[in-house]
Nanobody, 116 residues
Framework: QVQMVESGGGLVQAGGSLRLSCAASGTTLSIDTMGWYRQIPGKQRELVATVTSGSSTNYADSVKGRFTISRDNAKNTVDLQMNSLKPEDTAVYYC??????????WGQGTQVTVSS
């Protein structure tokens, strides 16, 4: 089992920045990929960014050049630096972990609201 604790959401004006953090605990040696997804009410959860244990990253086209994902394998943490935020980035952001056996875990979610 893997448990995650997220922090860093909040309210920011368009053009501003926020940093999300996620710390994993439990059977962390089994973790392969960590990342962030987001969800707007009534819509499917969508990929924001992921990073593998080998540091390969993947970003949604909508956030490329604005968001940066980083990972500390020793601390089992993954951060998402979000710059140049837009109102359409408003969503609940979920920390994501996938183990080497393809089991997926989700954080509790943190609200990000970008005002225009």
């Amino acid at each position: 089992q893997v448990q995650m604790v997220e922090s860093g959401g909040g309210l920011v004006q368009a053009g501003g920045s926020l940093r999300l953090s996620c710390a994993a605990s439990g059977t962390t040696l089994s973790i392969d990929t960590m990342g962030w997804y987001r969800q707007i009410p009534g819509k499917q959860r969508e990929l924001v960014a992921t990073v593998t244990s080998g540091s390969s990253t993947n970003y949604a086209d909508s956030v490329k050049g604005r968001f940066t994902i980083s990972r500390d394998n020793a601390k089992n943490t993954v951060d998402l630096q979000m710059n140049s935020l837009k109102p359409e980035d408003t969503a609940v952001y979920y920390c994501y972990v996938r183990t080497i056996r393809w089991r997926v875990y989700w954080g509790q979610g943190t609200q990000v609201t970008v005002s225009s």
